[in-house]
């Protein structure tokens, strides 16, 4: 993990705008906004599933940055005054703390495009076609019917009692989509068989669900420090969650079915899975 992270963080940051170069103060806070923190869950998943196809690594950087990009971008964006209104991300002050709500409104827009910029000019699964088809799979997944969408229904819910199923759709929209997308743009950058794919996105569908479940559950039980971002805040904004829904010990037990289902999903990958099964492990059994 701390290679692949190490090797992320430079392809990061070769591709964002250098900060001297104007206009400086967007590209600051663009750079901010990605560099030195986070976990890089999506890039480690884009590089394990690249390394389950047998993906080269410098095609993989290329995904793995777009995906973190635009999960940059959707934390700017989610922290602004307008949505959760948060001053705390990563252990720092949010973009828009420490810039203003302009800029980060303006460098989540442009991390959004860069995205898309790097996953169109790079070399990830060689020919143009394929690329295109990239292109559409993280439109989706970020889109209306993927991050976006997901973020609309979370900010109508606030105050609402929703059944699990209702739950359910939100976060694979939200959270979700990202890692499902993360997971396939990965393995795309490779070579499967269509079976193989498909197994691979079932893993992604099952371990997108668990990251939020288990998000859940460290929001109600982990403290502001331990996260680097403000605790006990979906309680505070009458948010349903896993927790309001099933309580934390059923969310805990929901969070390791969805591990060992995950695990099921990569039998018939052997030792190529060897990295997306770890994550499995990481995803449920982290504490921050
Ligand atoms: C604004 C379009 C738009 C979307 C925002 C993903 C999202 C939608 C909002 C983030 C709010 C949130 C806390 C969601 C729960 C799950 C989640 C995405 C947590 C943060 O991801 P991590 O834990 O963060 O991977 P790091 O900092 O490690 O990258």
């Known amino acids: 993990m701390t290679t692949v992270q190490a090797r992320v963080e430079a392809a ?14 967007l590209h600051e806070a663009m750079r901010y906004a990605v560099l030195g923190a986070g976990k890089r869950v999506r890039p480690l998943l884009a590089f394990a599933a690249g390394e389950a196809a047998g993906a080269a690594p410098e095609d993989l950087d290329t995904v793995a940055c777009a995906v973190e990009l635009i999960h940059a971008y959707s934390l700017v964006h989610d922290d602004l005054p ?13 973009v828009h703390v420490e810039f203003d709500e302009a800029t980060a409104l303006l460098a989540g827009d442009a991390l959004q495009s860069a995205a898309f910029e790097l996953v169109a ?19 989706q997944a970020a889109g209306s019917r993927g991050m976006a969408g997901g973020q609309a ?24 989509a990202l ?39 460290l929001d109600a039980d982990a403290s502001t420090v331990t996260l680097g971002k403000t605790a006990g805040k979906d309680a505070a904004q009458g948010k349903p969650t896993y927790v309001s829904v099933l309580g934390v010990e059923r969310a805990r037990e929901l969070a390791e079915e969805l591990r060992r289902e995950a695990h099921e999903a990569l039998d018939g990958f052997a030792e190529r899975a060897r990295r997306l099964r770890e994550l499995a492990d990481f995803i449920v059994l982290r504490r921050f």
């Open 12 to 25: 990061l940051e070769r591709a964002l705008p250098p900060r001297e170069q104007p206009p400086q103060r």
């Open 121 to 139: 000019s790079g070399t990830a699964a060689g020919d143009r076609g394929a690329r295109l088809e990239m292109v559409r799979l993280l439109a």
């Open 153 to 176: 229904i979370d900010l109508t819910a606030v105050g609402r009692t929703l059944t699990l199923p209702e739950l359910e759709f939100m976060h694979i929209l939200k959270t979700g």
């Open 179 to 217: 890692i499902r997308a993360s997971v396939t743009l990965g393995a795309r950058c490779g070579a499967l068989a269509a079976a193989e794919l498909d197994r691979l996105d079932h893993y992604a569908k099952l371990i997108g669900l668990a990251f939020q479940v288990v998000d859940d559950v």
């Open 82 to 94: 307008c949505m959760d209104d948060d001053t705390l991300r990563r252990g720092r002050p949010t």
